[in-house]
């Protein structure tokens, strides 16, 4: 899943899928912690998880803003759009 | 247990790869809504039935809702859509694939070096996640809430719009400057005794 | 008395800081009080301490002067002190004499120049340097004159810088002098190492000491020295600036290039006899040095149309004469042509600075003509310095002065008839040349016309130059002449006397006999030619061989050309070669090797999101790989 993930974040342009990409991988590390804590029957993969989970709402939350900030900038959810550098 | 573990473990990595592969967001968006869902599924099997609510409540229904919102506020529309087509073709994959491969296979090799006892069933219920949450873990349940917080305030005055009547002033645009420049810095600070008056 | 020694330097140092800081902003009349002020002090000075040292004596007939240590460090010591003993008294007076002269000359000579205060800056600071390299007891402060003579003479050559000829021949003096002292320094720091002294009469006895006779070290040490002397006095093989050196100011000509600066190098080899005395060899040097500069320097002289280049070449052959003598062991031979040779060549550049300044600058002699009426001090001057140069006998002091070198170079230990007949040869040149030189300016029909009359701050030092040239001689005369030694007598304080060798065959009598004859042959043969029949004249050089000759010691022997082709072009092939700065390619390659680095880094800055995520992925990949398979 993660793995699905990160092929999302390198192919996508759009800052949507983007976004969505870094779900699915937060998701994903969500996911090994719970396993595991659940292998060892303790409840500290779980805790993990409802940490992992508030992180997740507040990243979104505040990357929504900025995306649309982005777009009444470029007028386009293009990530490469804000690149300025001659590189 | 097996089947059902099995079975939502797949419809989660089907829907991923749909969702990867949509050019509409909000068709994508409603894919990752069922990947979450089958996630949370599995989470059920592993014996873990409050992650697997919370999922639901605060992942798929939260986060997800926020996502769906947002995406239609831009009411990007067919173009989107067809500027989607030109961005997403399908040789773009085959480097990232190849670094997620190598990714999988190093984890595959991880894996195989630790033996791997049974999976144990037994649930782990709210009151042992709860008496942990307020015990060792009190301290990380605070800084949750500053983080939140943070991210109340942060996505407030990010997404706040620009106030009519706010004078032009002393600040400059650089942005705009620069396109009216087309693209030279240099130049586009030559004005800037005229934006203040 | 004897303690005002330092003020001989000092007051034309002072007088040189006085002009440099304030000159610029005083007018004529206060600079050349200045000017000249100090430099007249200064000889008054050395007047009354040469009373003084003569009237009462120190011990051992040698003073020495101590102001303060200069330099301490380790074990050595070098002090800022004065020797004062025949040599230097003798040599400093007669500097700062003529000095003063020259001084007062150049006030109205110079009067229409801008750069007024400049000059007289220069020749200030000037003095103060040669006066220091005489009276120095120590090699250091020697060779600080040295380098301090070498100095004014580059800033005086090019003393009119504007036209870059003049700062050419400013820069080709002062190479090749450096020449000669590198060979100088490296004596010096030879003659250190061995002996660990640098106090100049300390050094000499440890050198008889330490030194046997004829041993490779003295043997080194001389030629390296003379090596430095040849340089700085004009001889074989680094005689080729003087002649161009002539671009500078005639005053300036007349006092470092006749009188004075171009004797250092005979001071130096005085100074150091005991040095040559271990090393015969080196002596022997010395002395054939002398007779082929004097020749070749004589034969060069005869074919030159510019007055100041003649009397450049002369001044080299004098000097030849001197290092004759110093090369057969008649060190107050030398020492009394250096005192004749300073009068009448001072006098003679001084005189025909009158000419020229009356002509316009005119210096082609064939362009003058008849000037004896017009100029009448400038041809009596120029008449009495030109016979005293020539060696008229009886009445002139170089008469005197030449033929004591000359009968030196037979009858001493270390002589030998082909010096004796050489330089008898020498004087048929001279006398050539110089009625030459007479007759071309001051007789025959006149070519230009004289528009400047001198004044008489021009007048008065050429006229007493015109009678040292003929009373100077007076101080020492052969035993049929009167038998006066009052001046040998005098140097041998300081200076060995001569060794006498087998005498057979000549006298004394014979020898100055011949040299007169010489004299007259060249004045007839030079009347004939020069005045009677100038077409005879042209004649000879029209000849293939004449032509040929002529061209030949025109051009100085061809010695600025070899030294063109040896060094000059090398050099400037190698820097054209160099232009692109080849050598420095390595590092200007380490440069454009981290630029190359940079530009292939700056591509990983494209400003995307997507590339650097991806650069993220891969270096986590990479960071796994490492920590599971190493």
Redesign the interface.
Known sequence: MFALGLIGLLVRRNLIFILMSIEVMLNAAGLAFVVAGSRWMQPDGQVMFIFILAMAAAEVAVGLALVLQFYHLHKSLDADAASEMRG | MQPLFYGAAAIAILSTIMMLSRLNAVHALLYLIVSLLAVAVVFYTLGAPFIAALEVIIYAGAIMVLFIFVVMLLNLGERATELERTWVKAKMYIGPMILAAILIAEFVVMLSQTRVTAHSAGVVGPKEVGAALYGPYLIGVELASFLLLGALVGAYHLGVRKREGVSKGNHVDTYERRTAARGDLVRAGTDRTAGAA | MLKGLWLIPTLPLAGFLVLAILGPRLARKPVAIVGVGSIGLSALASLLIAASFLASPPAGYAYTQTLWTWIDVGGFQPRIAFYLDALSLLMTLVVTFVSFLIHWYSAEFMLDDEGYSRFFAYMNLFVASMVTLLLGNNLLLFFLGWEGVGLCSYLLIGFWYTDPINGLAARKAFIVTRVGDTALIVGLFLMYTHLHTIDIQELMRRASQHWAGGSGLAVAAGLLLLGGAVGKSVQLPLQTWLPDAMAGPTPTSALIHAATMVTAGVYLIARTHVLYSLAPVAQEAVAIVGIATLILAGLSALTQWDIKRVLAYSTISQIGYMFLALGVGAWSAALFHFMTHAFFKALLFLSAGIVTNALHNEHNMFKMGGLRKELPVAFWTFLIGGCSLAGLPLITAGFYSKGLIIWQARAAASGSTALWVLSIVGVLLTSLYTFRLIFLVFFGDAKSRVSRKPGYAMKVPVIVLGVLSILGGFVDTPWFLGNVHRFSDFLQTSLPPPVEGQIHGVSELGSEGLVGLAFAIGLCFSYLVFLRRRNLAEALTARPLGKALHQFWFADWGMDWLYDKLFVQPVLWFARVDKQDFIDLLYTGIARLSELFYRAV?????????WY??GI??G??VF??IV?FL
Do not use: C, N, P
């Open positions: 700056r591509t990983t800055e494209t400003g995307r999101v997507r995520a991806a992925v891969f986590s990949v796994a790989a599971l």
